[in-house]
């Protein structure tokens, strides 16, 4: 070895500030030298490293999973209720004294909504008889049951002229399918169709409910009318058009508005979820401060290693990044774990509970907490390590290299 | 041009009582290419803080400090630490090598965070140390001896102008300290101005020229007589310089 610079050389040399780093490229580079390092110290003490790691684990874990089981439940209350959201229910005023709607409130009704199919319905109340038992049901009158109801079993005739459409419940009770006769108030009526089982609740309750030919009702006016529209939004427009244009004068008609209630019960899912998430960023949190623990710790202890890496020449930057690398290497093995444990625990969940809907528990949005509590576990750790790297990197060395 | 050089250089600290404790009271000290010096005194005299105002690690309060002819007196933390990566080379009486680092990449550590690998040329340092069949083993598996070595061949990473070594044998037995002064040697010829701050004897008889430091005041060090204290004698032989070819 010897030494290149000539002994005469003008004393301009300067020391070049080895902060400057130029471009992208070089400040990656810095970096894996960095988390080489990291992981060596990190294997030196294998049991606070493992304990700091099963903390940020612990508290991924809580964050992703009860915000995955917030999402479930809201998912799950959407899934049940969100048809119902659709309609909205027009009944005739009784306060007002009205008992029926008329055709021109029906017709007043299908103007103020424009696009929504409106569905009206006279109903009574009937003893429904099967070939050995019987049910006293609704029975409603309904002249296009296509716009308002599905059917599981048969066809749902464009025009209802004859026949009976029977509800899922009516139906299994009584044991009938499409082709079987029943005896409605006296009169025998073949089964066209069977509605599709309802998955909300709704006040016409279709399920426990006959549908015959408006025909077959001699009433003076409709009891009700269904607006049928094609989202909660829509529901919500035709519900205040309605309320406008046919209500401006008087109060004929009142509503049954689902929309408003969906409404309420995504807000109290959203508000379950966010609570939840705050609870299981309690437990994050707690993890931080470990990790905090475990740094401050270890760099107490590794003061004067430090302090001789300072001084041989390794800038504050570098010092600050091993560091840096280490906390964020316990939260990201943390988080990762704690992630891999959530997915594990929600298929778990799904597996021994029947009730929860894989769908629901495979629904894209799950990603998202998941992505989240991974997000938040290596942000904790780099967050709970910024102190102690900065402090042990700014420590003069020769404050660090005095025994 | 001096490897290294203090000029009337003073370095107080805030004491405990009203008055501040001067540690270096106008020090001229100035080392040449290729010369060993030991600096004794007793405990507490400065011997340290003359260490650590040479290496960079601490500010003089007063005075002037040159490396290879720069100015250095004033850096920024980020120019210092560049400067000593560059042209200090430190040995410590502990060795302060980092026990999860094997012995090339402690070796290589103050490169280690820059654009290419400086492994080969820490190898080939420690072989010419002597130690080319421990490359791969970590501190706990070498000997005080070797780990010292280690250390110097550190120090020596970046081609420096100045090694600097802290009771560079304090912690070795007289017959490995031999060895690492014999090292020291080698050093020395390969142009590296050596300063040894040392309790040690064996040192003293290694070195080209001792300077004693007594109470923050240093006498002899200069070379060549152009300090203040030496122009007040000047008058009179300089032993320390005079001795200066013997070893």
Redesign the interface.
């Known amino acids: 070895?010897?030494?290149?610079?000539s002994?005469?050389?003008?004393?301009?040399?300067?020391?070049?500030?080895?902060?400057e780093s130029s471009g992208f490229g070089?400040r990656l580079?810095?970096w894996r030298?960095?988390v080489a390092?990291a992981a060596?110290?990190l294997?030196?003490n294998r049991v606070r490293t493992a304990l700091a790691v099963l903390g940020v684990c612990i508290g991924v874990l809580a964050v992703a999973a009860l915000g995955i089981f917030g999402n479930v439940l809201a998912l799950g209350a959407d899934d049940a209720i969100g048809d119902i959201g659709t309609q909205v229910v027009v009944s005739p005023n009784a306060d007002a004294g009205i008992d029926s709607l008329s055709d021109a409130d029906v017709a007043a009704v299908r103007r103020a909504v424009g696009e929504p199919a409106v569905v009206p319905l006279y109903s009574d109340n009937a003893v429904v008889a099967g070939p050995s038992e019987q049910e006293f049901a609704t029975v409603y009158g309904v002249e296009e049951p296509g716009l308002a109801f599905e059917a599981a079993e048969g066809r749902l005739p464009e025009r209802h002229r004859r026949g009976a459409i029977v509800g899922a419940s009516v139906a299994e009770e009584l044991g009938v399918g499409p082709g079987d006769t029943v005896e409605i108030a006296g009169s025998q009526v073949r089964v066209v169709a069977v509605l599709v089982e309802s998955q909300t609740f709704s006040p016409v309750a279709p399920d426990d409910a006959v549908f015959l030919p408006e025909s077959a009702f001699s009433a003076e006016g409709y009891g009700q009318a269904l607006v049928v529209a094609e989202s909660g939004e829509g529901a919500r427009d035709a519900a205040d058009a309605i309320r406008e244009e046919v209500n401006a004068r008087e109060e004929r008609v009142d509503l049954f508005e689902l929309a408003a209630i969906v409404d309420e019960i995504n807000e109290f899912f959203g508000l379950l979820s966010t609570f939840l998430l705050g609870l299981g960023a309690i437990s994050l949190v707690v993890a931080g401060v470990s990790i905090l623990n475990v740094m401050l710790m270890s760099t107490v202890e590794r003061r004067?290693?430090i302090g001789?890496?300072?001084?041989?020449?390794?800038?504050?930057r570098?010092v600050l990044?091993v560091l840096l690398s280490e906390a964020g290497l316990i939260g990201a093995a943390g988080a990762a774990a704690g992630t891999v444990l959530t997915v594990l625990l929600v298929a778990g969940l799904v597996l021994a509970t029947p009730e929860v809907d894989a769908a629901l528990a495979l629904d894209p949005t799950n990603g998202y907490y998941l992505l989240l509590a991974l997000g938040f576990g290596v942000g904790v750790g780099l967050v709970s390590g910024a102190y102690p790297a900065w402090k042990a990197a700014n420590e003069?060395?020769?404050e660090a290299?005095r025994? | 041009m001096y490897s290294v050089e203090l000029r009337g250089t003073t370095k107080r600290y805030p004491g405990g009582g009203a008055e501040p404790v001067v540690a270096l009271d106008d020090v001229d000290f100035a080392v040449e290419p290729g010369e060993f010096v030991a600096v004794v005194g007793p405990s507490g005299s400065g011997k340290s803080t003359l260490l650590n105002v040479l290496g960079l690690l601490d500010d003089p309060t007063e005075g002037m400090r040159l490396l290879d002819g720069t100015d250095v007196t004033s850096l920024s933390v980020a120019e210092r630490t560049a400067a000593r990566k560059e042209s200090i080379g430190f040995v410590f009486q502990d060795f302060h090598l980092l026990p999860t680092l094997t012995a090339v990449e402690n070796v290589a550590l103050p490169t280690a965070f820059d654009p290419g690998d400086a492994s080969h040329r820490a190898a080939d340092l420690l072989s010419r140390f002597g130690l080319g069949d421990r490359l791969d083993h970590e501190p706990s598996e070498l000997s005080g001896g070797q780990k010292q070595r280690v250390a110097i061949a550190r120090s020596l990473i970046n081609e420096p102008a100045v090694l600097l070594a802290d009771e560079p044998t304090g912690n070795l037995d007289t017959e490995t300290g031999e060895s690492i002064l014999a090292e020291f040697e080698r050093v020395k010829e390969e142009g590296v101005a050596v300063v040894a701050v040392t309790h040690d004897p064996l040192v003293e008889q290694y070195a080209d020229r001792v300077v004693e430091l007594t109470d923050g005041v240093l006498v002899g060090g200069v070379p060549d007589g152009e300090g203040k204290a030496e122009r007040e004698r000047a008058s009179r032989p300089d032993p320390e310089t005079a001795s200066a070819g013997d070893r």
């Open positions: 070895m010897s030494r290149t610079d002994p005469d050389s003008p004393s301009t040399t300067s020391f070049p500030d080895s902060r070089d580079r810095g030298p960095a390092m060596r110290n294997r030196r004067q290693e001789v890496m300072r001084a041989v020449g390794v800038a504050r570098d990044r003069r060395p020769v290299l025994n």
